[in-house]
C-alpha cells in the first residue's frame, strides 16, 4: 500500500481527501452510533450536526494553512489555499445555519441572543460566530476594504483561534452530545491538535529558521524593475528544490515576527552552493530589496510547490507561458534543463511590457545556444520598429506556436491573474489536455 502511494501522486492526493471527509464526517457517525434522548425532533439534531460538521471544518483549516509538506506536494500551495477559501465558506454557512434552525423552529431560543443574560455557552457562540464572520469577510474582501497583507494576517489568525475555541467551548458547555468522557477526550483532541499545528507554524518553525540562516551575497540589477538577491548558506548546506518551486523569504528580521514573502528560485535546481530569486518592486517589501547590503541576514521557509518539470519527467516536451516577473520558476526549469544537457524542446511563450523590460533577455538568448529553446517575445507596448508578436496572449496567438499535438508537451503558465485565466481558457479550446496544463499563482492572498 505504502509503495504504491509512493509512486502515484493520485492515490495520495486521493488518499488525503477520504481522510479529510472521515474526519469531518465523523460527528455525524458519533451522532447516529450514539444518539442523545429521544423526542429532540429532527430540525433540532439536523441543525446540531450542521454545526458539528462546520466546527470539525474550521478545526481542519490550522492543518490546511500549516504548510504540512505532505499536504503540499499532493497538491500545491494555490490548490490547498484555493481549498481554503471555498471549505472555510461552506464551514460558515453550516454553523451560520445552525443557530438559524433553532431560531426558527423554536423561536424561544432567541432568547439567547441576550447576550447579558444568555448563559455563557450560548455568549460564546455568539462571539465565535461574530469573529467567523469578520474572518469570512475581510478575507474575501481584503483587498476592496483595503486591508494591508500584514495586519490581515495578523488578524486573520486572531480570529480563527477565538472562532474554533469558542465554537469548541460552546459545544463542551452545551454537552448533550459531548457528555460522554471519550468524545470530549476526542473532540479535545481536535481542540489540541489544532493549537499544535498554530504553535508548529507560529513558533517551531521559526526556530528551525533561525537555525539555518542565509546571508545576502549580492543584490543584482535586472531588467524590468527586477532585482536578483543571491543568498548563500551560512553554516549549513541550504536545502535543494525541484526548479519551479519556492520559499518564504524573510529578510533582515527574526523569522519569530512572521513577516515573510513568497518568492520562486529562479537559480538552477542543480546550483547548490547558492540560491537566486528574481524580484520585482511592487509594494513595501519588494521596493526595498535594492537597498539590501551584502552580509544581511535572511531566513528561508521552503521549498514548496509542485510548479516544476521533474514531476513530469517522462514529457516529450514543455511549453513555458510567462508574464512579467512571472518568468522566475521558468527561468530556473530553463537553467536547470541546460544544466543537465536536457535535449527535449522547449518553447517559451514571454509576454512584457517593452523590449527593454525584458527580464533576463539577454540569458534567454545564452541559452538558446545550450538548449532546443524557442523564444516568442510579445510586447504589449512595442515600439514601431518591432516586426515580433503584439499584444495579449491569446488563442490565435497560441495556436500558432504550440504543437499541432497537443499532448505531446506539459504546459507551464505563470502570469499575472487575469493572462493566467485568459492562457488557460484558450489552452482548453485548443484542446490541450488539463492534466499537462500547470498554473502557478503569484496572487495566494
Ligand atoms: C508562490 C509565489 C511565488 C512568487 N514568486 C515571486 C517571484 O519569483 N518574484 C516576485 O517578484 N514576486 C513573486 N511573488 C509575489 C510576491 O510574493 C509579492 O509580490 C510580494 O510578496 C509583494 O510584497 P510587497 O510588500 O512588496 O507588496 P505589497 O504591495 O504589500 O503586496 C502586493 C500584493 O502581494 C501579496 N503579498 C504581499 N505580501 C505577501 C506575503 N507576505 N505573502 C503572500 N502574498 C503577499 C498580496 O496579494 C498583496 O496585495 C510570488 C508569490 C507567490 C504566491
Known amino acids: 500500500m505504502r509503495s504504491l502511494l509512493m509512486r502515484n501522486p493520485i492515490a495520495i492526493a486521493t488518499a488525503w481527501i477520504g481522510i479529510y471527509l472521515a474526519i469531518i464526517l ?191 551575497e549580492k543584490v543584482v540589477p535586472e531588467r524590468g524593475d527586477v532585482w536578483t538577491l543571491v543568498l548563500r548558506p551560512r553554516g549549513h548546506n541550504g536545502f535543494t528544490f525541484q526548479p519551479g518551486q519556492f520559499a518564504w523569504l524573510t529578510l533582515n528580521i527574526s523569522p519569530f515576527r512572521m513577516r515573510e514573502h513568497p518568492f520562486s528560485m529562479a537559480s538552477s535546481g542543480d546550483q547548490e552552493d547558492c540560491l537566486e530569486f528574481g524580484i520585482k518592486a511592487v509594494g513595501d517589501f519588494t521596493n526595498q530589496i535594492k537597498t539590501v547590503k551584502p552580509g544581511t541576514v535572511a531566513f528561508l521557509d521552503g521549498p514548496y510547490g509542485v510548479f516544476t518539470f521533474d514531476r513530469y519527467w517522462d514529457a516529450a516536451g514543455f511549453v513555458m507561458i510567462a508574464g512579467g516577473i512571472g518568468i522566475t520558476p521558468i527561468m530556473s526549469m530553463l537553467r536547470t534543463a541546460a544544466d543537465r544537457q536536457d535535449d527535449r524542446p522547449f518553447s517559451l511563450i514571454y509576454s512584457s511590457s517593452t523590449w527593454d523590460d525584458i527580464t533576463y533577455q539577454e540569458e534567454l538568448e545564452e541559452l538558446k545556444e545550450k538548449l532546443d529553446l524557442t523564444v516568442v517575445h510579445v510586447l504589449r507596448n512595442a515600439e514601431d520598429d518591432w516586426s515580433g508578436e503584439t499584444g495579449y496572449v491569446d488563442q490565435d496567438l497560441l495556436e500558432r506556436y504550440i504543437p499541432i499535438h497537443r499532448g505531446s508537451r506539459h504546459y507551464f503558465i505563470c502570469a499575472n491573474p487575469k493572462m493566467m485565466d485568459q492562457v488557460e481558457r484558450a489552452l482548453h479550446q485548443l484542446e490541450v489536455p488539463v492534466t499537462h496544463l500547470h498554473m502557478e499563482h503569484y496572487n495566494l492572498v
Do not use: C
Request: proline share 5%; net charge positive.
Open 26 to 216: 465523523s460527528p455525524l457517525l458519533m451522532l447516529l452510533l450514539y444518539p442523545t434522548a429521544p423526542g429532540r425532533g429532527f430540525w433540532l439534531e439536523f441543525s446540531v450536526a450542521l454545526g458539528f460538521i462546520g466546527l470539525a471544518m474550521m478545526v481542519l483549516q490550522f492543518a490546511l494553512t500549516a504548510r504540512i509538506r505532505t499536504f503540499e506536494s499532493a497538491y500545491g500551495i494555490d490548490v490547498i489555499l484555493q481549498f481554503h477559501r471555498y471549505t472555510s465558506v461552506v464551514a460558515f454557512l453550516l454553523i451560520l445555519v445552525h443557530p438559524i434552525i433553532l431560531f426558527v423552529t423554536d423561536p424561544e431560543t432567541l432568547q439567547l441572543l441576550n447576550f447579558f443574560e444568555a448563559p455563557w455557552r450560548a455568549r460564546a457562540a455568539v462571539i465565535a460566530t461574530l469573529a467567523l464572520t469578520l474572518l469570512v469577510v475581510t478575507s474575501i474582501w481584503r483587498k476592496k476594504l483595503n486591508i494591508p497583507y500584514e495586519p490581515w494576517r495578523l488578524w486573520h489568525g486572531i480570529f480563527a483561534v477565538t472562532a474554533v475555541g469558542l465554537g469548541l467551548a460552546h459545544g463542551f458547555g452545551v454537552g448533550n452530545y459531548l457528555s460522554l468522557e471519550w468524545k470530549i477526550a476526542l473532540w479535545s483532541l481536535f481542540g489540541l491538535a489544532a493549537l499544535w499545528m498554530l504553535i508548529f507554524v507560529r513558533l517551531i518553525k521559526p526556530w528551525q529558521m533561525t537555525q539555518h540562516p542565509y546571508l545576502v
